[in-house]
């Protein structure tokens, strides 16, 4: 099971930090991806398990971060100087092996997937 938490309501400027479970599974890749009402999803960004390499997506290099947490399975973006724009529900998406190819970006690179927190950011 693949659960975020974390999301909320911030006003313009603030921070969040979302968090997502994993219950256990042996992991490769874990990405974040972001869906506004009346838009697609789109990627955030994404951790490779084993080396730690991360991608962001370019609009959000510089104020989103992600991170994990070996020891407690535990993966966080961290969200920082967040807009109004950032308003969406935000997903947890597992990969638990590798594939030949790395695709982090693309939704079917990933087998799991959690129901989504929510972060609303008022301006």
């Known amino acids: 099971q693949v659960q975020e938490s974390g999301g909320g309501l911030v006003q313009a400027g603030g921070s969040l930090r979302l968090s997502c479970t994993t219950s256990g599974r042996t992991l490769s890749t874990v990405g974040w991806f972001r869906q506004a009402p009346g838009k697609e999803r789109e990627f955030v960004a994404a951790?490779?398990?084993?080396?730690?390499?991360?991608d962001t997506a370019d609009s959000k290099r510089g104020r989103f971060f992600i991170s994990r947490d070996n020891a407690k399975n535990m993966i966080y973006l961290q969200m920082n100087s967040l807009k109004p724009e950032d308003t969406a529900v935000y997903y947890c998406a597992v990969a638990t092996y590798d594939r030949g190819v790395y695709t982090p970006k693309v939704g079917d690179h990933y087998e799991y997937w959690g129901q989504g927190t929510q972060v609303t950011v008022s301006s």
């Open positions: 951790i490779r398990w084993r080396t730690g390499a991360t």
